[in-house]
């Protein structure tokens, strides 16, 4: 893309933007439209727009550096035999060996052991590597089924079914050939080189019903020892959940149109779903509604960059967080030493999202072997586990600030919203006013 | 033979004894009756017993079944040996919809009837069907085989990867990228094995192939009117 013009007399279209003109152009010359990854791109109401009301006269704040302000969460409370203990809110979201590298993966269960949390597998199956190295592992229970067996579940310490993504709710998936390697295609029993496709359905159920027996199925099979989560895209978000919890989920986890994807149509990506900041309200309303918050475990995901957005996620109703494209940022991707290859790629750095071509030069979303082997999962994991201690200790800072001696003490009363459109999604009032759009006073 | 009653006695108490593979070296035959269609009988067996179960079972009846043999003497619900590994699963009645639905391994045999989507999304089970097999059966099947001694609906291996179809009736229509395939030796042997295997004495050169056209494996727009 050009720069701007220096003509001051020249007027850019606000409709006919130069990304929109050379989207146009693009599809006119290929016929094809444009598949990446990452997650939304356009700006969209976020925890940006919420604040915090930090303690004064009329509440009692915590000293900062010595009175203990707690972040431990256990899930699956509700059936499990053995819950799972993380240490903090934070967990690592799924993402398949198949999308990353082995090497990604196995960064990806030392960071997240290092600090006592989670990680989860993705739709492709568990590596022993991700097994190795992770303390707690959320095996994820997609509908391709691709890698599914009964040992590896048996392996998990959770398991995860997947009904949705915030990227894409109501979307299958799509491997593209160039990353289906020998080790990826014999996990997914699938061709070398074919494009790998995921379907948006379950094979073996449709509707709430069916689910229910479903993860009494699962439950039988692991002896009910494991907590089970739901996963859904964040769209109908009261319903969803409401269902999810009748369904039998120890866990929901709710992922918003900012979270991230491997690869899916970009139309898709940010046209489809809403933001997070709008979908936990409706899901705490729908747990407290049917007596369950708290007791069902709300993980919320979807833009999730710093402590701040730990946070307020946790002071709008969530137990925990799951990161994944902040993860993957802390692993080394778009890193800017890798600004000469992504140049050549035609991005750059902070720009790179075409993870579905393979040839990422950090060695994070590629199975090409020379790329991979570039990423050091010790030095890529220790990043990792740097990163989720900065973010915790910054929502240790927030929450001691407004009087709290644990992280889940934080509540909507801490938070007001910049604008009307957050005031109005978070369910938050309005800074300064005590006006919350849409609700009676 | 160890009897359990399931009128009188809890799922999950059966369930967890047979994954008790101290129990089950001493106990390797199992009879469950009066399952009433209960859900989830003898899913995640993972031992070399045999286990009958007198009656209908509901939904995933020998779920993700690896290594046991496993009778039903009567019909069974959505999900009858879902993900199956290995062993056996043998159905005399009719089954419901997605029978043998990404199953890895083993043999599932119906005696009777398979609902629709029968096989979806396959992954290396071998499926014989002595009745008629529903719509979308075998939709996206990666590998194993499907054999139809009576029709199959419409859309038969819709998006197909390697799995092979073998029907002796008629096929009311094919999914996207499946087409009728020449019937080499190789694949009469194969049948012959498959339907030795399930009992049934009928002629193998009296059924077609089907496969894949292998033309939707890597996206071309100019496919674009297949998806």
């Not at chain 1, 061709?191 to 509707?207: N, V």
């Amino acid at each position: 893309m050009t720069d701007k013009p220096t003509n001051p007399a020249l007027r850019e279209s606000a409709t006919f933007g130069r990304d929109v003109i050379a989207e146009i152009q693009r599809a006119a010359e290929t016929g094809i439209y444009d598949i990446r990854g990452w997650g939304a791109k356009r700006k969209v109401p976020h925890f940006d727009d919420l604040l915090f009301l930090g303690a004064s006269m009329s509440r009692y704040p915590l000293e900062g550096y010595r009175e203990k302000c707690g972040t431990d969460v256990t899930l699956g409370t509700r059936y499990a035999k053995k819950p799972i203990v993380i240490d903090t809110p934070v967990t690592i979201a799924g993402m398949s060996f198949g999308a990353l590298s082995a090497q990604a993966k196995e960064a990806l269960g030392r960071g997240a052991s290092e600090v006592g949390t989670s990680t989860t597998t993705g739709d492709g199956g568990m590596t022993a590597e991700e097994r190795g190295q992770s303390s707690k592992l959320v095996y994820q229970y997609l509908p391709s089924r691709y890698g599914m067996n009964p040992d590896d579940l048996r392996k998990a310490d959770a398991i995860e079914v997947v009904l949705g993504q915030g990227a894409k709710p109501g979307g299958g998936g799509m491997l593209l050939g160039q990353k289906i390697s020998d080790r990826v295609a014999q996990m997914r029993n699938l061709p070398m080189g074919i494009d790998q496709r995921s379907a948006c359905r379950h094979p073996d159920w449709t509707g709430p019903d069916d689910l229910a027996i479903k993860i009494a199925e699962l439950r039988e099979i692991t002896d009910w020892q494991v907590p089970i989560y739901i996963k859904v895209g964040a769209t109908r978000t009261y319903y969803d959940v409401k269902l999810a919890v009748k369904a039998g989920a120890d866990v929901v986890v709710l992922d918003g149109m900012q979270g991230g994807t491997a690869a899916t149509q970009d139309v898709f990506i940010e046209h489809v779903g809403i933001p997070i900041m709008a979908a936990i309200p409706q899901a705490a309303q729908a747990l407290q509604e049917m007596g369950v918050h708290r007791e069902v475990q709300l993980i919320v995901s979807g833009g999730i960059r710093n402590g701040a957005d730990v946070a307020k996620a946790i002071a709008l109703g969530a137990d925990a967080v799951a990161i994944g494209t902040a993860a993957l940022i802390a692993l080394g991707d778009n890193h800017p030493r890798f600004e000469a290859e992504y140049q050549k790629l035609g991005s750059a750095a902070g720009y790179y999202d075409d993870f579905q071509e393979g040839k990422c030069p950090a060695g994070i979303s590629t199975q090409d072997p020379e790329l991979s082997m570039r990423l050091d999962p010790v030095a890529a994991g220790k990043r990792l586990a740097n990163y989720l201690r900065v973010i915790t200790l910054e929502a240790q800072t927030l929450a001691r600030a407004c009087g709290k001696s644990h992280l889940h003490n934080l509540e909507p009363e801490d938070l007001v919203a910049l604008n009307i459109e957050a005031a109005a999604m978070a369910r938050v009032p309005l800074a300064g006013t005590n006006w919350v759009p849409g609700q009676q006073f | 033979m160890k009897t359990y009653d399931l009128s009188n006695n809890s799922l999950r108490e059966l369930n967890q004894a047979l994954h008790d593979s101290v129990l089950l070296a001493s106990e390797p035959e199992w009879r469950i009756t009066n399952p009433n269609g209960a859900h989830n009988i003898a899913c995640g067996l993972n031992d070399d017993v045999s286990v009958d179960i007198d009656g209908h079972a509901g939904y995933y009846c020998a779920g993700m079944n690896q290594k046991a043999s496993i009778t039903v003497h009567g019909n069974v619900g959505v999900g009858v040996a879902e993900n199956m590994m290995s062993g056996l699963v043998h159905v005399k009645g009719d089954a419901s919809q997605s029978a043998g639905a990404t199953a890895q391994g083993g043999l599932l045999i119906v005696e009777g009837n398979a609902s629709a989507r029968c096989g979806i999304s396959m992954k290396g089970v071998d499926i014989v069907v002595k009745g008629n097999i529903g719509p979308m059966s075998a939709f996206m099947g990666q590998s194993g085989c499907l054999v139809v001694c009576g029709d199959a609906g419409e859309a038969l291996g819709d998006s197909l990867y390697e799995a092979h179809i073998y029907v002796k009736g008629e096929v009311t229509s094919l999914g996207a990228d499946c087409v009728e395939k020449e019937m080499r030796q190789e694949h009469l042997d194969e049948l012959s094995d498959l339907l030795k295997r399930a009992d049934i004495d009928t002629d193998p050169s009296a059924f077609k192939r089907y496969g894949s056209a292998r033309q939707l494996y890597n996206f071309k727009v100019d496919n674009a009117s297949a998806y």
